[in-house]
C-alpha cells in the first residue's frame, strides 16, 4: 500500500511563501493523479490544485496565480509551492494520490498564516 507523507507546513507571516513536499513511498507518480487539499476548521476539505499523471495542472480559483503544484517522478514527491500567503490560507493541508480508483491520503502538514 502506498503511503504519503506530507512536509513543510509552518507559520508564516503574511505575504509570505512555504513550499510543501509530499513523498510518496513507492513509485506511483507517472500514473497517478496528484492533489492538494487543505480544510480549515469547521470547513469543508476543498481541493486546492491537482496535476495529472501527464501533466496537466487545475487550482482553485482562491489560489490561481499564487500557489503552484509540481512533481518530480524520480523523487516520488509532489510539491506545492505557496506565495503571497494570506491568514484565509491557514488550514491543514493534505497531499492525494489517485491511481486505478483508489485514493490514497497522507497525514497532512499545518500551515498557518499569521496577519
Known amino acids: 500500500q502506498v503511503q504519503l507523507v506530507e512536509s513543510g507546513g509552518g507559520l508564516v507571516q503574511a505575504g509570505g511563501s512555504l513550499r510543501l513536499s509530499c513523498a510518496a513511498s513507492?513509485?506511483?507518480?507517472?500514473?497517478?493523479?496528484m492533489a492538494w487539499y487543505r480544510q480549515a476548521p469547521g470547513n469543508q476539505r476543498e481541493l486546492v490544485a491537482i496535476?495529472?499523471?501527464?501533466?496537466?495542472?487545475n487550482y482553485a480559483d482562491s489560489v490561481k496565480g499564487r500557489f503552484t503544484i509540481s512533481r518530480d517522478n524520480t523523487e516520488n514527491t509532489v510539491y506545492l509551492q505557496m506565495n503571497s500567503l494570506g491568514p484565509e490560507d491557514t488550514a491543514v493541508y493534505y497531499c492525494?494520490?489517485?491511481?486505478?480508483?483508489?485514493?490514497?491520503w497522507g497525514q497532512g502538514t499545518q500551515v498557518t498564516v499569521s496577519s
Open positions: 496535476v495529472t499523471s501527464g501533466g496537466n495542472t
Open positions: 492525494s494520490a489517485r491511481r486505478w480508483g483508489i485514493t490514497t
Open positions: 513507492r513509485n506511483i507518480l507517472s500514473d497517478a493523479t
